[in-house]
């Protein structure tokens, strides 16, 4: 076999591969076979790439001939032997190109099953202004419902149980706040709330001690003081739990007066950006 005929025939093979593993793709085929498919098609590729670079392409061999005082003579020209060469490896180039452009669709397809973009939903969470905050069981929560120094679960309601909304509501004395510039009708009577989601890496803050009013993560240890914006004062967290702004409603139950003003959770690379940037 000559060595154009095992390049057409190694690209060939990787086109029927590549064309395979498109139709597994898409039929849902088991990995096993995608797997193969891949294999012929990166393998048939590469065996084209390596017989081409071997056996078609000119080495010339450099030697340093003594000088002869007699005219040099051209070898005869073989007619035909040139547009043969060039109709060979154009032929064999766009061969080559196409099956570089079949491969590379078939390694792009698997980009579709990544799903939709997240969009801003890693700035929302299901809070929106007048949703009651409510208990696991989803009942609605009163000031005085809470005993002073006590944490307690709450969710939008309608979204009991939803992780992203998860808040805890504390009750403190209003004269130990000293929250952030701005902040002053988001505690009313002393009620504040937080997100339950650590800032570190997105574990639930469960646990309250209520004499030095310290919020501590169970999974790293990062402590957050309630009374300062819950602001981290220990552990590997950097940035303070968002705050939940809320107020009494004109039934007399705590409901939120919107969404946390600051993403949830751990960060994340676009966490600077904001849907008020444009997103």
Known sequence: MTASRGVALALAISIVASLALVVIYVADGSVQLQGIALALALGGMGTAIVIWAVGLIDAPIEVEE?????????????????????????????????????????????????????????????????????????????????????????????????????TLLIKVRPSDLELPTGREAWVPEGCVAYSKVCTHAGCPVGLYRAKEHLLLCPCHQSTFDVLRGAVPVFGPAARPLPQLPIEVDAEGYLAALGDFPDPIGPGFWDMTHTPADGA
């Open 66 to 166: 003594r000088h002869s005082f007699m005219p040099a003579q051209r070898p005869a020209a073989v007619p035909g032997v040139a547009a043969e060469e060039i109709t060979r490896r154009r032929f064999l180039t766009r061969l080559l190109t196409g099956a570089g452009a079949i491969l590379a669709t078939a390694l792009v397809l698997p980009a579709f099953s990544l799903g939709p973009q997240p969009g801003t939903d890693l700035f929302r969470t299901a809070w929106g202004r007048g949703l009651r905050l409510v208990d696991s069981g989803n009942r609605p929560v009163r000031p005085g419902d809470l005993v002073l120094d006590s944490v307690t679960t709450v969710f939008p309601q309608g979204f009991v149980g939803r992780a992203d909304s998860q």
